[in-house]
Structure formats: structure tokens, C-alpha cells
């Protein structure tokens, strides 16, 4: 019989085997970083710490207020000691650790698991947060003794490869975890059985039995049945059938839900709510920073929408890996870099168009890919061709404009088809006009491009949700008035709206669906995702040739093409005629290639943006169904009592029978003894103990039982009465007054007489022994 | 003493699959839930590292649940307990013999023998490393400060697995009992009068003493009819002798518990009945030492089949309970008691009582009677002279002492003793 302190050997072992247990949890983590050492290591030393610790202090039998803190005091001590290098908290160490554990983080969200070592470890945080568990999992197993609720950290733990890689944790670190979870609960429920009552070993005092609990199991079966039950858990699963419904948006990114593509301009935003970020494609190249890669082009704008056009594709414009033709306008002066990539595209992404980066020079394909001239966009030749599982390479180029719009000159008409700057006929008036407004003072092209582009992403708001479905017509109006729905949109409306308001101010423009910023997932190695699909316009200048803009704001797209930076000077354009036009000075102190956009610099905000942006979609879905689950568990619990107080009601308005019966539901409901097998009378005797008064109410009561079931058959006797009601109500009442505050709680919220009756309630009751 | 009883009931297998998933805790169910939920959600949310938590956690209890329903038991269980009849405060001896036939059962046996609250805590033993033709005795004690007659057992058995997650139960019906009578003090030897002889020596003497040839006569005495005069002993003695026809050597001795509700004030353990019901226990043993055939007298007289046997009277005032009836019986003072010893425990008298306590003391050769101050048990003061009670009863000629709660009762029957003794040179100053 143990109470109180424990004996430090039993204390330890328990202490241990729960450490034990949280570490081969742990080791779930293992997908999360190349080199599992670097986190697994300093958490089996804190968590001998923390079991050693904990051990000591409750076998010196000191409060559990005082075990936890001193375990974390330790904890904490050891972290800090061996991220920092020191175990004291000054300052300067645990600024050491904010940043570990922020550079941990960016990397958790920049980069896919495994991250190896050229991005800041993520060891850190995977130190922190099994610190932590291992306090949490040793607080409820071995200083709270609720072993059973430490199955729960230890899911926590397992779950979160589970949520957030493809491969999710292994088969080892569950086999580890179910093997000390297993001796926990053995361990526990050993020691209540001892503390029950006297062991008596299978030989009169032999200390072997009680010392040997190793034995002991094994004799209990704790061996057997739970070496089936593991071996169940390992094997079973593979039989289970796992629906990808996805309901809650929250899977990995291993879903099987296919993205197609089939016309760019509709498709666009379905895949972008969708919310479930979907890996769709992956790039290898020697491009440090790839961005925009293009699908498909759209030249043709019918008023309401924007479609690819026709395209002229022969035989001989096939993606075999030919040279391609020179881009469109770009002048050979303008300096460029050439890039590798090497596609491989998931069997998720159907598209009939090859995502390319523009301007690309050679596109090698083993499929029947072939190009048109004018969009430099790759269609499928086939029908039954599309991206899905693709491998293919190409090369590119990215010009570097610079940042002064040296190389941007007016188009002159004739550079480009007419379908590029035809207008249809009823354009609504104001966008002319708000294209004026925006461009007002611009003295070029390229000015003009810059502060559309800047008037976009200065007063509208990005948003999937609330814009106004389609791009042309009324919704055009409406996306670009102020007002309640007003000026709110997302990418492709943008997208086209500029694309428009630029043919209205003559600029050659069409409209670029594709890819925005991949995440990195390796070295060399970047992963776009369904998130990251996008629309852009792509505006025609002599000189520079087709050039991207970014009109869409800073919530989605953080940054803009550094070529699109150049102050504007709008006050007096007249003024100074033979100052260099647009000129302009350097914005933007960025460290990287003048035309490369800013991103790279700071992944962590990036991806956060990506994050708010593709959270905002989810957001409303995940709120509904937290609501829906939160009432749905409120109903749950208030059920048994709405039913149990239905079914008073109804037997109170009874015949006698049903009174007694809803007397008898009552006494089980307060565990009150309702003696079976005895007369109105002997029970009534029982029952009046534990009642408050109105012992002639159950006096009556017990009278009309009676009469009930003894008078002469056909007498009027089992008529249900206002008077039986009413003593039937009070008795209750009586009962439930008379009841512990506890026990009259969980009569009334989880009345046990809804799924036992009062036959089977204590049976055991001894019988009262005359003396 | 008598010999120790043993009750066997045999329980034919604890188990089957059936039972066990019936008897899953609450651990065990939450359990289920929790797998089902687990599994269910892995279905749903397409996460099959999850649906692994979920069959461990589904499927431990039920393989639990399985294998503890395959372990068939056979159990036999054995109680004795000894001695059968105890007085309060005295332990008693519970053995239990356990003995397995059946298979080999898996976890632990949960044995609890289910003794009333009034015998101390609940026996229990947690029974490990059973196997076939097991076979254990346990012992325990039991302990009672109030008379009565309590029932031990039934056992209840439980079979639980190693994680706390089945638990079967099993209630064998067997139970023993065990008599425990009242507390008693031991009391001072003192002369009380009566018994059967006339002369000085009060000590009844031994049967075995002398030959019956020897000591079947006695001197004549007023009332004896002449056909049984002994003549020759009357020559040889010299005085009028008579054959003894009853059992002349056996000192009779009766003892008499006024147990009527009315007379005694105070309720349960702490009232002046109980007071009485151990006084008069006290008195039984006394003279059941002092060589006394003792037989225990109630308002309702003695019973039909009255034994004399001190053992069956003390159980009976184990089991005595104050009755309703409004007067004394006294149908048992006949000629069979005549001339006998009366110890009566009395408490307050009525003047109804007159009567039946006159014809008392006229039958008894010596009547003593210890008075409960039954008044005492609701004022809490004592009295400052004798009770009015007492008082009574010796103006009726009874030799009596008052006893109060705060009172020793081996003083009381010391003064009892004296009282008898000035009785005694009073009688004879008047002879």
C-alpha cells in the first residue's frame, strides 16, 4: 500500500519510462531537420534532467507546486545553456536565443522539411518546444498521476510531422511511444491496484514478487495484450481506407486534388480558393532568386473578359529544344543573365499551357509543345496532353533594365498586332478617366505604366473573397469606383484592369497568368504551389519589349519590379523638358540585382504576407466550423439533460406507476439506494432517509402504489391526479434537496438513470443486519 | 468454544469475452471513444499516422477486454471465521481459503470481503501471479465495539487487467456470522445469599464434589411433604431429613434484564438499555464462574426452550432489542425457580412493577438487583441521594444498588455484596 511519497526507485523508473516515452515521440520530428541529432541529443539530456529532477523532488515529497517550477527552472536552464552556451539568463544570452529561435522559425516557414544545413537550423525551436513537451508529459503522468491525459501531449507531439510533411513520422517513433505509453498506464494502474488493497503474491511472503514488476507484468499480461494491440496498431492502418476529403482545408500539401487549367482566365480564381496550398510544381536552376513564371497569355479583351486569342501554332514552333526567336522588342543593349531551369510538374496540375519564364530562349520538351510567336506561351498540341507529370527544361533570360527606365521608349503603333491595344466598344467612360487621373503629369510611356501601377496598389485592396466575380462590364465599373464594394479585388482583376487602362493610355498591354514567388525547398531547388498562382499585366515598350508590371497591392504582392520603382516627378513636367525625363533616383536601397524584386531579402515577411493572404480564405471556413463544433458540443452536453427533463415531465403526469418509476430514475439519478426486489413500503423506508421532509408525500405516494397494484382489478385507482403530481414533485424535489451539490450537479447534467435503471443499481447494497 | 464455521460457495467461471466487454471502466470507454474519434478523424482528414493512435487506443481494451473474458476462472471460496461468538472490543479471526480450478487467469483477482462498517474496515487483497490449482489462504481480523450479530461477507471479486482498462465482477453469495456479545466486567466475588442452603457458607459447592449418595438429603424444612422425609438419615443426623427430587447441588441462579422500552431512556448505543443489556452480560459471566446454573430472564420471560447454557444466553442478549410490552412476566417464578438467586438489571419502576417484583422476591431465596439510574442518561446529573428508583425496590426487600453512566459496576456489586452481608448479620441477629 503505497500513500504519499513515493519510493524513489518506483519514482524514478516512472519518471523515466515517461521521459522515455516523450522522446521516442520526439523522434517523430526527425523529417523536420537533416541530422536528427542536432535536436534529438540535448533532449535526452534535459529530459534525464527533467525526470531526475522531478523524481528527487516528490520523493522529498514537496508540494506539486514546487516540483513544476523547478523542473522548468531546470529545463530552461539547460536550454538556454545549450543554445546560448551559458545556462545563466542575462541579456545578452537570451537575445542569443530570440534569435535562434526567430531564424529557427523563418526557416520552418521558409524552407520544406528536411531543412538541412544551409538555412539556419531549426534545432532551436525543436529544442524549445520538446523542452517543453517533456515538462508537460512528466506533469501529467508522474506529479499529476493522469496517465491516461499524458496520451494526449504525446499525440500533440506525433501529430504535428503528421499535419505538416508528406512523409509524416515513422513507424519507430510511434513503435517507441505506444511501448512506454503501454508501461505508463501498466505502471499506473499497478499502483492503484496496490493501493487498493493487500497484494498477495502467487508464495507466501516471497519479496521477489512485489520487488519484480517486470514479472509481475508479464504474469498479468500486460505483455500480451499489449504486444497485440501494438502489433494491431502497426498492421491494421494499412487496411483502413483514408478518405482525402479535406474538409477542413488543413492537409498537407499531399493531396490528391487536381489543379486544371484549361482556360487560364476563369480557372485562376477557383485554384485560389481553394485554400488548400497544393504543391504543383518544382523547379531545379542556377537562378538564385526564379519569380514569375508564366503560364499562359491572355492578348484578347472582349469587354467582359480576357481570353488567350487565338494562336498560331505550326509544327515547326515546337519546344524540341531549338532556339527560339528573340524577344519582341527588347533591345540587344539591355544587359541579361541566362538561367537553367528543369521542371518537374505534379500529376495534380493539369494545364494545356507549359508554365515558361519570359523571355525564354530554348524550351526542351519530349512532348508535343508548341509556341506562338507573338505570346511566346507553350500550348498543348495534342488534346490529350497536359502538364500533369511533366518533366522538361528551358532556359531564359532576365533583362536587367535597370532602375531609371533608361531602355523603355513609347511604342509606335504597328510593334504589335492590333489585338493588342484594340478597346471594345462600351467601355465604360470612367476608365479613361480614371486612367487620366492616375497618369496625370506623366510625361512617357513608362511614366505613366509606373504611376498606374502605383495608383492601383496605393488605393485598392486585395482580397479573394470580397471581389466582385468576373473582370469586365459592370464589374470593371464597380472595381474601380470608391464605394462600399468598391476598389477590392484580387490578381487577375488587377491584372486586367491595368492591361485596360493601359490600352486606354495607348501603352501595347495583355494580361500574364501564372505563377507568383516559389518557396525553396532545397538548394537549388524552389516548389510553386497553388498559392502562388497569379495574373500580372504585361505592358509593350520600345526598347524593353514586353515588361511586367505589379499592380496588384502589397497584402498579395509584397514587392514590384525594381525597374518600376523610378521616382516620378509630376508637380511641373513642363518645367525642366531637358532634364532626363523620368528620372529619377534610386529608390530602394536593395542589395540584389537591379531587376530582381526585392523579395528574397526577407522570406519570413513574404511568406507571412502569402500566409495572410491564403489564411484569409481559410480563416472564415476554419471560424465556421470551430463555431459549428463548439455549439455542436454544447448541445451534446446539454442533451441528457433536456431529455431527462422531458421524461420527468411526462412520467410526472402519470399514472401512480409512472410517478414511482420517475421516483426510482430520481434516486439513481442522485445515487440515492433504491432497494430492488422490496415492497412500496420498505423502499419508501429507505428512501425517506435521504430526503429533505415531505415524508407524507411519499407516504401518500406509497399508498397509491399500493392501491394500485393490489386493488381489485378495473377499480379507478391508477388514474393519473393533480394530488400525485404534486406529491410526486415534491418528493423529488425533496430528493434532489437533500442531495450533495455534486451529486445533485451530475444528476441534473448526466443523469445515470438514462442508461441504467434501478434494477441494476446496487445490487450489492448489504442487507441491514438486525442487532 | 464452538467450532469455527465454515461457509463454501463455489463460483463457476469469472470471464467470458461477453462480460469482459461489459465490464470496460470508464478508463477503457473513454479509451474506445477516443479511438474511434481518433480513427474517424484520420479517415476524414486524410492522415493515416493517425488512424495508427487511433487502433492502439481502439483496440487495447477490446484485446484487454478478450483476453481477461478467455481467462476462465474457477474459483472456490472458503470462509471460516473463529471464534463465532465474540465480546465487543475482542477481535475475531476471519480465514479465507481461495483456491482456483479453472485456467490460469490473466491480471489481477480483486478479493474484498464485504464486512459491515460496525467490524472495521473492508478486507481487501489484490491477488497476483495466480495459476492453475491456485490455492491461498488470507487471513484478517475483525473487530466490534457493539453487540450484535453481523454478517460477513459476501465476497465480492473483481478481475482487472494490467492497464486498468476491464474489470469484472462477481459477488459470491456465501456469507458467515459472527455473534459479538456485549462488553462485560469482570466482578468481584461477594456473598450473595440465596442459592439453595441457609447457612453461612454461601458458595454454591460443585456437583462433583462429593457422591450423590452422600449429599442426596437435605434437612427438613417448613412445606416438605412427609413421604420424602429420609428416615435413616433423619436417625443419624438427628434431625428431620428429606430426599432431594430436584437437583439439590446445582446452584440456580436467574438473571433478569428488564428490557421494556419504557423503563429505559436514551437512544441507541448510547442509552441506559445498552447500559443494562452489558451490566446484565457482566453478571451472567460472574456467575456462570462462580459455579451457577444461570439462565437470563426478560419481561417477556424466559423462552420456551430455555438451556440454562450461559454461551446461548449471552447470545441473546447479543441480539436483544427493548420491547414494547407494558409489564414484567413473571410466569417463569413457579416452583421450578423457587428458592433460586435473582439478579435483576432493572431501570425506572412504575408502580405497575410492584406487584410482579413483590412475587419476585417472595419465590427467590435471594434477590439482588442492580438499579439503573435510567434518569441519569437524560439529565446528565447525578442524583444526589439514592434514586428513587432503587429506593423502591428495597422497601419491596430486593438488595439493591443504583448504577449510574459514570458508575463502575464492580464498586456497585462490591456494595451490592455489602448490602447482602448486613442482610446476612441481620438475619441472623434476628435468629
Known amino acids: 500500500m503505497r500513500t504519499g511519497r513515493p519510493a524513489l526507485p518506483h519514482a524514478l523508473f516512472l519518471a523515466l519510462v515517461a521521459a522515455a516515452t516523450t522522446l521516442a515521440a520526439l523522434l517523430s520530428w526527425r523529417v523536420f531537420i537533416v541530422g536528427k541529432g542536432q535536436y534529438l541529443i540535448p533532449l535526452v539530456i534535459c529530459g534525464v534532467l527533467i525526470a531526475v529532477t522531478g523524481a528527487l523532488l516528490r520523493h522529498a515529497g514537496l508540494p506539486r507546486l514546487v516540483v513544476l517550477p523547478v523542473q522548468a527552472l531546470v529545463a530552461a536552464a539547460y536550454v538556454c545553456g545549450h543554445i546560448a552556451g551559458s545556462a545563466l539568463p542575462t541579456h545578452d544570452n537570451l537575445v542569443a536565443i530570440g534569435h535562434a529561435l526567430s531564424g529557427a522559425m523563418n526557416s520552418a516557414q521558409t524552407y520544406q522539411a528536411p531543412i538541412g544545413p544551409s538555412a539556419p537550423s531549426v534545432a532551436p525551436l525543436l529544442i524549445v518546444c520538446g523542452a517543453g513537451f517533456l515538462l508537460l508529459v512528466d506533469l ?27 512523409s509524416g513520422p515513422g513507424a519507430l517513433a510511434f513503435l517507441g511511444a505506444a511501448i512506454g505509453f503501454l508501461v505508463l498506464l501498466h505502471v ?148 541579361r543573365e541566362t538561367y537553367d531551369y528543369r521542371v518537374s510538374v505534379s500529376d495534380s496540375f493539369n494545364s494545356y499551357w507549359l508554365p515558361t519564364i519570359y523571355p525564354a530562349t530554348k524550351v526542351l520538351s519530349s512532348d508535343d509543345w508548341r509556341y506562338d510567336p507573338d505570346s511566346m506561351d507553350f500550348i498543348s498540341a495534342d488534346d490529350d496532353l497536359t502538364t500533369a507529370g511533366e518533366n522538361y527544361s528551358f532556359t531564359a533570360i532576365r533583362p536587367d533594365y535597370g532602375t531609371t527606365g533608361a531602355f523603355f521608349r513609347d511604342s509606335v503603333s504597328g510593334d504589335v498586332p492590333s489585338t493588342l491595344t484594340d478597346l471594345p466598344d462600351g467601355l465604360p467612360s470612367s476608365v479613361a478617366q480614371y486612367a487620366l487621373e492616375a497618369t496625370n503629369g506623366a510625361s512617357s ?120 520603382r523610378a521616382r516620378i516627378d509630376r508637380s511641373d513636367p513642363a518645367t525642366d ?31 507571412a504576407r502569402e500566409r495572410a493572404g491564403s489564411g484569409q480564405s481559410t480563416s472564415t471556413t476554419v471560424m465556421l466550423v470551430v463555431f459549428g463544433l463548439v455549439l455542436l458540443l454544447l448541445v451534446a452536453a446539454g442533451l441528457p439533460r433536456v431529455v431527462r427533463g422531458r421524461l420527468r415531465a411526462r412520467r410526472l403526469a402519470g ?117 | 468454544m464452538p467450532e469455527p464455521v465454515t461457509t463454501t460457495s463455489q463460483l463457476h467461471s469469472v470471464g467470458g469475452v461477453r462480460d469482459a466487454l461489459r465490464g470496460l471502466t470508464l478508463r477503457g470507454r473513454a479509451f474506445v471513444a477516443a479511438g474511434v474519434t481518433a480513427i474517424l478523424c484520420a479517415i476524414l482528414l486524410g492522415q493515416s499516422a493517425l ?12 484485446v484487454a477486454a478478450l483476453v481477461i473474458g478467455r481467462g476462465r476462472t474457477q474459483i472456490t471460496v472458503s470462509r471460516s471465521v473463529a471464534p463465532r461468538l465474540v465480546t465487543a472490543g475482542q477481535p475475531a479471526r476471519v480465514d479465507l481459503t481461495i483456491v482456483n480450478d479453472g485456467r490460469r487467469p490473466t491480471g489481477a483477482l480483486l478479493a474484498e470481503d464485504l464486512v459491515p462498517y460496525a467490524l472495521g474496515t473492508r478486507s481487501r487483497f489484490v491477488l497476483r501471479g495466480l495459476s492453475r490449482h491456485w490455492e491461498r489462504k488470507v487471513s484478517y481480523q475483525v473487530r466490534s465495539d457493539v453487540r450484535g450479530a453481523f454478517e460477513i461477507g459476501p465476497l465480492a471479486l473483481r478481475v482487472a487487467d494490467p492497464f486498468g482498462l476491464v474489470e469484472l465482477r462477481r459477488t459470491f453469495p456465501g456469507t458467515s456470522n459472527l455473534v459479538v456479545t456485549p462488553r462485560t466486567v469482570a466482578l468481584p466475588r461477594i456473598p450473595l445469599g440465596g442459592g439453595w442452603s441457609g447457612t453461612g457458607e454461601h458458595r454454591p459447592q460443585a456437583f462433583a464434589a462429593g457422591s450423590a449418595e452422600d449429599v442426596s438429603v ?55 438499555f445498552e447500559a443494562a443489556v452489558s451490566v446484565a452480560a457482566s453478571i451472567l459471566t460472574h456467575l456462570e464462574l462462580a459455579g451457577y446454573s444461570v439462565r437470563l430472564v426478560t419481561s417477556a420471560g424466559s423462552p420456551p426452550d430455555d438451556t440454562d447454557n450461559a454461551v446461548a444466553e449471552l447470545e441473546r442478549l447479543a441480539l436483544i432489542t427493548p420491547t414494547q410490552r407494558p409489564l414484567l412476566d413473571v410466569g417463569w417464578c413457579g416452583e421450578q425457580a423457587r428458592g433460586g438467586l435473582v439478579v435483576a438489571v432493572l431501570g425506572s419502576t412504575e408502580p405497575t412493577d410492584v406487584p410482579a417484583l413483590r412475587r419476585i422476591r417472595h419465590d427467590a431465596s435471594s434477590a439482588l438487583a442492580i438499579v439503573i439510574d435510567v434518569e441519569q442518561w437524560t439529565t446528565r446529573t447525578p442524583a444526589a441521594d439514592l434514586p428513587a428508583a432503587a429506593a423502591a425496590v428495597s422497601l419491596l426487600g430486593w438488595r439493591a444498588v443504583p448504577v449510574g453512566p459514570r458508575d463502575r459496576l464492580d464498586r456497585a456489586w462490591q456494595d451490592l455484596g455489602r448490602a447482602a452481608e448486613r442482610a446476612a448479620a441481620g438475619k441472623a441477629a434476628i435468629r
Open chain 1, 655 to 771: 399514472a401512480p406507476e409512472d410517478v414511482w418509476a420517475e421516483l426510482a430514475a430520481t434516486a439513481v439519478d442522485l445515487q440515492v439506494p433504491w432497494p430492488t426486489g422490496r415492497s412500496p413500503r420498505e423502499i419508501a423506508a429507505v428512501l425517506v432517509e435521504h430526503m429533505a421532509g415531505h415524508g407524507e408525500a411519499l407516504n401518500r405516494l406509497v399508498a397509491r402504489i399500493e392501491l394500485t397494484r393490489y386493488a381489485r382489478p378495473g377499480s379507478a385507482v391508477s388514474e393519473p391526479s393533480e394530488e400525485l403530481r404534486a406529491d410526486g414533485e415534491a418528493c423529488v424535489t425533496a430528493l434532489t434537496t437533500a442531495a450533495l451539490p455534486k451529486v445533485r450537479r451530475r444528476g441534473a447534467w448526466l443523469p445515470r438513470s438514462l442508461w441504467r435503471s434501478a434494477d441494476r443499481v446496487d445490487d450489492r447494497l448489504p442487507l441491514p443486519v438486525r442487532s
Open chain 2, 218 to 272: 437435605r434437612e427438613y424444612r417448613r412445606g416438605d411433604e412427609l413421604r420424602r422425609v429420609h428416615w435413616r438419615s433423619s436417625a443419624r443426623v438427628g434431625e428431620l431429613m428429606v430426599r432431594r427430587e430436584e437437583q439439590p447441588w446445582e446452584a440456580r441462579a436467574t438473571v433478569l434484564l428488564d428490557d421494556r422500552l419504557r423503563v429505559h431512556r436514551g437512544q441507541g448505543l448510547a442509552s441506559s
Open chain 1, 140 to 166: 501529467l503522468a508522474c506529479t499529476l498521476r493522469r496517465v491516461p491525459i499524458a496520451g494526449l501531449p504525446l499525440l500533440a507531439i506525433y501529430s504535428v510531422p503528421a499535419g505538416l510533411t508528406e
Open chain 1, 188 to 335: 499506473d494502474a499497478r499502483d492503484d491496484l496496490l493501493r487498493w488493497g493487500r497484494p498477495l503474491g502467487p508464495t507466501e511472503s516471497s519479496p521477489w514478487t512485489d520487488a519484480n514488476p517486470v514479472a509481475d507484468a508479464v504474469r498479468a499480461g500486460a505483455g500480451r495484450i499489449g504486444v497485440a494491440a501494438t502489433a494491431l496498431a502497426l498492421v491494421v492502418p494499412v487496411f483502413v481506407p483514408v478518405l482525402h476529403l479535406d474538409v477542413f482545408g488543413l492537409g498537407p500539401g499531399s493531396g490528391s486534388g487536381d489543379i486544371t487549367i484549361h482556360h487560364p482566365q476563369t480557372d485562376m480564381r477557383r485554384d485560389l480558393e481553394q485554400g488548400e496550398d497544393q504543391q504543383l510544381l518544382r523547379i531545379t536552376t542556377d537562378d538564385p532568386n526564379p519569380d514569375y513564371l508564366r503560364i499562359a497569355v491572355l492578348n484578347w479583351f472582349t469587354g467582359d473578359e480576357w481570353t488567350s486569342g487565338d494562336r498560331d501554332v505550326s509544327s515547326n514552333q515546337r519546344a524540341d529544344g531549338a532556339p527560339l526567336p528573340p524577344p519582341q522588342g527588347l533591345a540587344a543593349d539591355v544587359p
Open chain 1, 445 to 564: 510611356d513608362y511614366e505613366k505604366a509606373v504611376l498606374l501601377q502605383r495608383w492601383f496598389r496605393d488605393n485598392f485592396t486585395y482580397s479573394v473573397e470580397d471581389a466582385p466575380q468576373g473582370t469586365g462590364g459592370g464589374t470593371f465599373a464597380t472595381f474601380l469606383n470608391k464605394g462600399p464594394d468598391g476598389r477590392i479585388g484580387y490578381c487577375e482583376q488587377f491584372a486586367s484592369a491595368m492591361a485596360v487602362m493601359a490600352r486606354t493610355l495607348g501603352i501595347p498591354a495583355r494580361v500574364a497568368v501564372g505563377f507568383y514567388e516559389p518557396d525553396r525547398v532545397g538548394p537549388g531547388v524552389f516548389a510553386y504551389s497553388t498559392h502562388d498562382l497569379h495574373a500580372w499585366p504585361e505592358l509593350y515598350f520600345e526598347g524593353a519589349g514586353w515588361v511586367r508590371f505589379e499592380p496588384t497591392p502589397a497584402d498579395r504582392a509584397k514587392t514590384v519590379p525594381s525597374y518600376t
Open chain 1, 577 to 607: 523638358p531637358n532634364a532626363p525625363k523620368h528620372v529619377n533616383e534610386l529608390l530602394g536601397d536593395t542589395p540584389h540585382g537591379a531587376d530582381t524584386p526585392t523579395t528574397a531579402a526577407d522570406p519570413e515577411t513574404t511568406t
Open chain 2, 51 to 62: 488512424t495508427r493512435v487511433g487502433v492502439l487506443v481502439l483496440v487495447l481494451p477490446l
